[in-house]
């Protein structure tokens, strides 16, 4: 369902934190949002702003499930689907995301928040950036953070070799793009997915759920018609400074000189939510991280039976997975750990355990390590393998790509004479 739809649902069941004091962007809503868990809340009364905010509606697996109305067991083959088959969203003419329409560009009047006295300033972490491939016309759809530098312009961190960066510089340094905050569970999972070059990722959120689209304004681009807010601009060939600022692994990062990104024009919703997430917290890191899960379960299921994937919040959402297989033959779990590697190419460490673990559990895997595990028989050690920028003990050398050692943990019980594993 539509952001407006859960954030009802929630309300209805008494499960939406409502807080109707004033509260302040500088600190004290990310403060208060820490404080609950990072549990649904909506903060009625900004001190600075008319805007009302809302966050934690994707905190945890169970709240994505139910937003998306899948079943917890059915998520990965539906996100996989999805993924393999996506279908082109339709176009309409009249959009929510267009009731209001303002080309007198104010951004500070706009909630944006600054979290920790580390952030290099105001920050928008919740945003689904919309740019165009100059040369085949594909559209990309991403995260990027973006610190507030004025009434009309952002820095935007874009990581290189991306799909903004790649298409920037086909385009010479300038590029539309199409700034979305306040979206739909759908348009969030599919913006963290990377898909096959030359696919529309709204096209996987249309899948998940209906998602029309609406041309934008003042750019050449196509936005979710649901958005609270669309901010049209252009990133431009001027730079600078960018961060610090919380990243996924919970440690702050450095400073950058990074691309300003000139705001031309607002459209929103009558009466529209500014949508938030805490960097580097159970939101931010189901964002990131369930997209790959997916990946991992199909190629895994190419070499053995696959039940589940989980990666992991300890490891920071992006470096660890616990991965659960019907072990049939003695290499399963071998084979799961080199399959495993394959479908998320920054992974750092991987667990493949039986069908009797609970993978959410990280006390059973634990004890799956405990009592399964042999490390010098059940570890797969791989030395100076392409790792992720995010990894700060990994050989982050400027220029070059990030390396990093890797190893899997086949923690699966031996096979007995009946084929079955070992149970607890």
């Known amino acids: 369902m539509g952001l407006r739809s859960f954030i009802e649902e929630l309300d209805k069941t008494g499960e939406l934190t409502k807080i109707t004091k004033p509260v302040s962007f500088e600190y004290e809503i990310a403060g208060i949002i820490a404080a609950l868990g990072e549990k649904p809340v909506f903060f009625e009364n900004i001190k600075e702003s008319t805007v009302p905010v809302v966050a934690g509606l994707g905190s945890s697996k169970a709240l ?33 995301c267009q009731e209001v329409i303002k080309t007198d560009v104010d951004l500070t009047k706009l909630p944006i928040m600054r979290y920790t006295d580390k952030d290099g300033g105001r920050y928008v ?97 196509e936005v979710p018609a649901d958005a609270e807010f669309v901010l049209e601009g252009k990133i431009t ?15 702050v990062d450095r400073t950058r000189q990074q691309p300003i990104v ?16 805490l960097a580097g917290r159970n939101e931010h890191k189901f964002l990131m991280g369930m997209p790959k899960e997916p990946t991992i379960y199909k190629e895994v299921g190419k070499v053995c039976q696959i039940k589940d994937v989980y990666i992991t919040p300890g490891g920071c959402s992006w470096l660890h997975a616990v991965v659960q297989i019907k072990k049939q033959t003695p290499e399963d779990g071998k084979k799961a750990i080199e399959a495993t590697f394959k479908g998320h190419g920054s992974l750092k460490h991987c667990i493949i355990v039986d069908e009797d673990i609970d993978i959410y559990d990280p006390q059973d895997v634990e004890w799956a390590i405990a009592t399964r595990f042999q490390a010098d028989k059940s570890t797969v050690i ?43």
Do not use: W
């Open 64 to 96: 994505i499930c139910r937003n998306l109305g899948i079943p917890k067991d059915q998520l990965l083959p539906r996100l996989l689907g999805a993924i393999e088959q996506p279908v082109a969203p339709k176009l309409i003419q009249n959009a929510p």
């Open 125 to 221: 972490a919740s945003a689904v950036s919309i740019i165009k491939d100059p040369k085949t016309g594909i559209q990309n759809m991403c995260f990027h953070r973006l610190m507030l530098r004025d009434k009309n312009h952002f820095i935007a961190r874009i990581v290189e070799n991306r799909g903004t960066d790649t298409a920037l510089a086909k385009a010479g340094g300038e590029l539309d793009i199409a700034i979305c905050i306040g979206n739909s569970m759908a348009v969030l999972l599919s913006a963290a997915t990377s898909l096959p070059e030359g696919t529309n990722e709204l096209g996987m959120a249309n899948v998940l759920e209906k998602t029309d689209v609406v041309k934008c304004k003042t750019v050449d681009l």
């Open 237 to 251: 060939k001027e730079k600078a400074v960018e961060g610090p600022f919380l990243d996924l692994t919970g440690i």
């Open 262 to 277: 000139e705001i031309k024009c607002i459209t929103h919703r009558t009466n529209p939510i500014y949508q938030t997430i």
């Open 382 to 424: 791989l030395s100076n393998q392409p790792g992720s920028s995010l990894d700060p003990s990994g050989d982050l050398t400027e220029g070059k790509k990030a390396t990093t050692s890797k190893a899997g943990l086949d923690a699966t019980a031996p096979l007995v004479s009946t084929g079955k594993a070992l149970v607890k």
